[in-house]
């Protein structure tokens, strides 16, 4: 009795709080001190590339890097003083070095994928959503998943999506007459775009009529939803760390609509994988059978590696959830920059309308077939031209598992996180001649160089840009090419797009739509971003995401 009193006296009680506050305040002060150390280490090693001003030696750039217009205008910045590279701390804990020139980048974008890794500050958070998706996988494990892929997005496959991609096309323009008719003033032309482009993909990918252009779609909603959770997540330090997220609002609201997403394609993989089962059971060649064409989840269900192995359901529902996700925001920045930067240049907008006119003339519907692709060169120069100046992906991120040499002697440490600027490459004078203007021209020369030796160069070396980016494996034209170019010449043989008055809101200005006085509707339209949420759109190009 006098020893379970003891036990359970006050000062017993004290002296085991005190020893477990002991053991935790040093648990506490290894952390940190190996922390402090880790950091002294990288601002050691990163010294050979120039710093911009910090707000001190441990918080480093803590709170500058913004996804917004002043994020964009400060990589303009940072080109224009530094070049080529600069290092970047995020308080001790991310050590970066950016980068945005060409030669600076080719070493990194070369490198074999044994020795290059996905970092976490970026793909991590993504995980929870895509799973070990081609986007997150490394080494042997990306290498195989890429090989299976491939056939999903061969020039014969996308040649099937144009039918899809004019139906949903369709949809949106009679959606604008009617609002035109009813005698609307402005439209939010992003938000209709980017309902546009998950339609489009719902078909390509899962063969699924959601009806989301004209009804309310729970999955589509929690597309969004989830979109905009991983770009708020990022501008919030605290919320990296999974332990505190899942606790706060939104990493609630995160597993919610997670639960939606998954549940939907879980169901799709499962259906189609019993009807390809089926299939096989009454000996029916499912490699030419049903004449129903093949969509993306039909076709990775049926790829097999060299040992006759497939994917799993897990991991087909992974690469189907990556291919919504990635696929849809980005395809509807690249249409929306295209028809801002046509609005800005009548002359061009012209040129394009006049291209698809005679193209079109004589035909009784006004719709692009994959034929007429070829034919529309003027279109492709100026959608490709918009792309370099407002990239929808604006920097992907490397890790190394050793050091990397760069050019002038400079060494990029195991473990730091390499930034490839897209956008700051894009806009740097010392490769571009005036590169904040539009000129069609320059792609017969120098976009060879620069644009497509970056998406080519990701794509084949170091990983996939997105699934937008895709390149077909013949010509190197992916989803961001092929949906704009399908889209363009219908939108300028009913409409003229001109700019609107700007509404001071940061985002995504409204498209103004009036009705033609000789009876065609015209629309005037002026897109200041291409990211999901007003608070996030940037002004002046599209949204920070995380690539392959």
């Known amino acids: ?30 952390w940190t001190a190996r922390l402090l150390a880790r950091h002294a280490w990288f601002t050691y090693r990163l010294s050979c590339f120039s710093k911009p001003h910090a707000n001190s030696w441990l918080l480093g750039h803590l709170g500058q890097m913004q996804s917004s217009e002043e994020g964009l205008l400060q990589v ?20 970066l070095v950016r980068l945005f020139h060409p030669d600076y980048v080719k070493p990194l974008l070369m490198a074999p994928a044994s020795v290059t890794i996905k970092d976490e500050l970026i793909y991590g958070h993504l995980r929870p959503w895509l799973g070990q998706s081609l986007l997150l996988s490394n080494g042997a494990e990306w290498s195989r998943k890429r090989r299976l892929l491939t056939p999903a997005f061969h020039f014969d496959t996308l040649k099937d999506y144009v039918v899809k991609f004019n139906t949903s096309t369709d949809t949106m323009h009679e959606k604008w007459r009617h609002l035109v008719a009813k005698g609307t003033a402005t439209v939010e032309m992003f938000d209709h775009v980017t309902l546009m482009t998950l339609d489009s993909l719902l078909k390509c990918a899962f063969s699924y009529t959601s009806d989301c252009q004209k009804s309310t779609s729970e999955y589509v909603s929690a597309i969004v939803e989830l979109s905009e959770l991983v770009i708020d ?20 609201r995160f597993r919610k609509a997670l639960s939606t997403v998954h549940r939907f394609t879980r169901e799709v993989v499962q259906k189609r994988r019993a009807l390809i089962s089926q299939q096989t059971k009454t000996d029916t060649d499912v490699s030419t059978a049903p004449r129903r064409k093949k969509d993306f989840v039909d076709i990775i269900l049926l790829s097999k590696d060299e040992d006759g192995r497939g994917l799993t359901d897990e991991e087909i529902q992974a690469e189907a959830n990556t291919f919504m996700f ?25 040129k394009c309308r006049q291209e698809a006119m005679d193209l079109m003339q004589g035909r009784d519907r006004h719709v692009v077939e994959w034929e007429d692709l070829s034919n529309l060169p003027f279109t492709t120069m100026c959608i490709r031209e918009s792309l370099r100046l407002h990239a929808p992906v604006q920097a992907v991120t490397r890790k190394y598992n050793q050091d990397m040499a760069l050019p002038g002697r400079r060494i990029v440490p195991k473990g730091a996180i390499c930034l490839v600027s897209i956008y700051g490459t894009h806009h740097n004078p010392a490769v571009w001649t005036s590169p904040d203007v539009r000129n069609e021209g320059r792609h017969i020369v120098r976009l060879l160089f620069t644009c497509r030796f970056l998406s080519r160069l990701i794509y084949s070396l170091s990983g996939v840009l997105s699934p937008a980016f895709w390149p077909r494996v013949h010509s190197g034209t992916g989803f961001p090419r092929l949906h704009p170019l399908l889209l363009g010449p219908q939108e300028l043989h009913w409409a003229e797009i001109r700019p609107g008055t700007a509404s001071g809101r940061r985002g995504v200005d409204p498209a103004q739509v009036s009705p033609d006085p000789g009876g065609e509707p015209r629309t005037r339209g002026q897109v200041w971003g291409s990211a999901p949420s007003p608070s996030t759109r940037p002004a002046c190009g599209g949204r920070f995401v995380a690539a392959a």
């Open 1 to 30: 009795m006098s020893l379970l009193w003891a036990v359970l006296s006050w000062t017993s009680l004290c002296r085991v709080l005190v020893v477990l506050a002991a053991g935790l305040g040093a648990l506490v002060s290894v």
């Open 76 to 95: 303009d910045d940072l080109v224009r003083m530094y070049t080529h590279s600069c290092s970047w701390f995020i308080g001790p804990f991310y050590h």
């Open 233 to 252: 997540r990022r501008q919030k330090i605290l919320h990296h760390w999974d332990w505190f997220y899942w606790k706060t609002e939104q990493g609630k």
């Open 326 to 350: 990635a696929g849809h925001d980005t395809t509807a920045s690249a249409i929306c920059w295209t028809l801002y930067n046509l609005a800005r240049h009548e002359h061009y907008q012209e």
